[in-house]
């Protein structure tokens, strides 16, 4: 039957042979147990972007293009204008934004980075 002798991984040489749950080297002698090959890995093929869920203020997970309600009024920075709470925003998109700033979204006073701890889901 087809079986694959690992290399000895002392001397290199491939006269190994199992023997019980280890394989033995009979050039140097050297012994180490079989471990169960691991053909299947447990990476899932993602795009390696590993990133905690953004949640809202209730603790939901946020997305892309999610809508969202503001849960307090927040002052825009630089201007006199104030983001009244209850405003709807459409159309969200996660960023990784400075100071947790981590949801982009246009308003009606212009895009802005905000916190998804403001937001809720619609
Ligand atoms: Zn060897």
């Not at 939901?60 to 104030?82: F, H, M, R, Y």
Request: glycine share 10%.
């Amino acid at each position: 039957m087809p079986h694959t002798v690992p290399a000895c991984p002392q001397c290199g040489l491939e006269n190994t042979y199992p023997d019980g749950s280890n394989y033995v080297c009979p050039d140097c002698a050297f012994e180490w147990p079989q471990v169960a090959e691991t053909a299947d890995t447990d990476a899932d093929a993602g795009d390696g972007i590993v990133r905690d869920a953004v949640r809202d203020a209730n603790g939901n997970p946020l997305a892309d293009g999610d809508a969202v309600i503001l849960v307090k009024d927040l002052k825009v920075k630089g201007s006199s204008s104030t983001l009244k709470k209850g405003t709807k925003i459409k159309s969200i998109r996660l960023v990784d934004g400075a100071d947790g700033h981590n949801v982009d979204c246009k308003t009606d006073l212009g895009s802005m980075l905000l916190k998804s701890d403001f937001l809720k889901k619609a």
